[in-house]
Antibody, heavy 119, light 110 residues
Framework: QLQLQESGPGLMRPSETLSLTCTVSGDSISRSGYYWGWVRQPPGKGLEWIGSIYYSGTTYYNPSLESRLTISVDTSRSQFSLELSSVTAADTAVYYC???????????WGRGILVPVSS | FILTQPHSVSESPGKTVSISCTRSSGSIASYSVQWYQQRPGSAPTTVIYEDYRRPSGVPDRFSASIDSSSNSGSLTISGLKTEDEGDYYCQSYDSRNHVVFGGGTKLTVL
């Protein structure tokens, strides 16, 4: 059974770079047709797609975050990662990693990790 | 593009409720619509994919459709149960593979 597990810092300071990793188990990160993405949810608010990556390294980013965002994949470790630079309080959110079929269906999610940004 | 949903809906147990999702640009028929249910403290789960398909395990009380004339999708839940309460999000994408979620609709079954 596919499992995704987010890992990262418990607290960020403004202007720092957020780094999160998602470890995939139970299936191959190189499975054809599946993308690996990041979705965030500020407290009490809705879902926001951050960006996604294919195992080949092809990336798709939310235009509103693209200038601060890097998503990478390490197939040897079955991991994909997110780096978001120059964080502010507005980046405080639960960050989910997820798998999605083609671009469309998010069919498996991690449990999410809360990342507060505060001075 | 953006996907617009009502902020909240409420209905009594046993009744039927519909949640709309209107696409601002691009044809609703060209890019599939998915629907997710999210309960407090949990990750979203899929209730509808590819406009109207139900994953295994989702009861047939959940159905969905798209309407090209209004450029919108709609999720319908019949025979409402208290366990259906939660937030519902529609989701689609565009030609550049950019994913968009709707703002979410809070369903209250009272």
């Amino acid at each position: 059974q596919l499992q995704l597990q987010e890992s990262g810092p418990g607290l960020m300071r403004p202007s720092e770079t957020l780094s999160l990793t998602c470890t995939v188990s139970g299936d191959s990160i190189s499975r054809s047709g599946y993308y690996w993405g990041w979705v965030r949810q500020p407290p009490g608010k809705g879902l926001e797609w951050i960006g996604s990556i294919y195992y080949s390294g092809t990336t798709y980013y939310n235009p509103s975050l693209e200038s601060r965002l890097t998503i990478s994949v390490d197939t040897s470790r079955s991991q994909f990662s997110l780096e978001l630079s120059s964080v502010t309080a507005a980046d405080t959110a639960v960050y989910y990693c997820a798998r999605h079929l083609r671009v469309e269906l998010f069919d498996s999610w991690g449990r999410g990790i809360l990342v507060p940004v505060s001075s | 593009f953006i996907l617009t949903q009502p902020h909240s809906v409420s209905e009594s147990p046993g009744k039927t409720v519909s949640i709309s999702c209107t696409r601002s640009s691009g044809s609703i028929a060209s890019y599939s619509v998915q629907w997710y249910q999210q309960r407090p403290g949990s990750a979203p789960t899929t209730v509808i994919y590819e406009d109207y398909r139900r994953p295994s395990g989702v009861p047939d009380r959940f159905s969905a459709s798209i309407d090209s004339s209004s450029n919108s999708g709609s999720l319908t839940i019949s025979g409402l149960k208290t366990e259906d309460e939660g937030d519902y999000y529609c989701q689609s994408y565009d030609s550049r593979n950019h994913v968009v979620f709707g703002g979410g609709t809070k369903l209250t079954v009272l």
